[in-house]
């Protein structure tokens, strides 16, 4: 079986927005069972652990002699390797995977941008000149994103890798409550929250904080 790796106590308290989620599911949604190696923020900087993610992050995976990091290199393998992620047409797989891009490079950066902002910048003199700044920046690719989508279930046809990875990225806005605002992407990630891999994922991983709060 493959391994991954996940915070042994992750800071988002269980709530599903640490990256080991999006492989979690990838393996849910394709039924490969997997093991998970729980490692702390110290072990994440140890020599072991740089040999497989060079930067000390999670997750990683490995498969027999393979050892990649990267959440969009991860999901991608996994697609490419079991059916159910990416459609077997060829202009239709290549149209999946652009939307894998399109959710980490395009959606992501602005919206970990927000989100850091929230947590770690309250206290600064520009705090509150920097923030509408920021949340514009999310809106602009938030109406493209929704008007995109329409009233499709999924972005191209049937669910893949791409809606995988941006119900994942789209999470991340919890907290801001930006969201409320679009009702059409609301419904979206719901509809990837109601998926049974999904709930499998973030089960598994609200497991993995349950414990690590009352040990």
């Known amino acids: 079986m493959p391994t991954i790796t996940a915070f042994a106590n992750s800071p988002d308290r269980g ?13 849910e949604e394709v039924g490969q ?15 072991s652990h740089l040999a497989l993610h060079p930067f000390g992050q999670i997750p990683t995976f490995e498969d027999g002699d393979l050892a990649l990091f990267e959440t969009g290199a991860i999901v991608l393998h996994i697609a490419e390797h079991h059916d159910g992620l990416l459609p077997a047409e ?3 797989r290549a149209r999946a995977i652009a939307w894998m891009f399109a959710a980490l490079n395009t959606m992501e950066p602005p919206i970990v941008e927000l989100g850091m902002a929230m947590l770690f910048e309250r206290d600064r003199s520009w705090h509150d000149e920097r923030l509408p ?3 514009n920046s999310v809106r602009v690719r938030l109406d493209e994103l929704s008007r995109h989508l329409g009233g499709a279930d999924w972005l191209d046809g049937a669910f893949c890798a791409g809606d995988l990875l941006m119900v994942t990225v789209l999470r991340r806005l919890n907290a801001s409550r930006i969201l409320d605002g679009y009702p059409t992407l609301s419904s979206y990630v719901a509809r990837g929250e109601a998926r049974p891999a999904f709930r499998r994922a973030f ?10 709060s009352t040990s």
């Open 15 to 27: 709530r599903g927005q640490a990256r080991d989620m999006r492989v979690r599911w990838a393996l």
């Open 33 to 47: 069972p997997y093991d998970v190696r729980l490692v702390s923020f110290e072990a994440m900087k140890q020599p």
């Open 90 to 92: 060829p202009n239709a």
């Open 133 to 135: 700044v920021l949340q």
């Open 203 to 212: 089960d598994a991983q609200l497991a993995v904080f349950t414990a690590a």
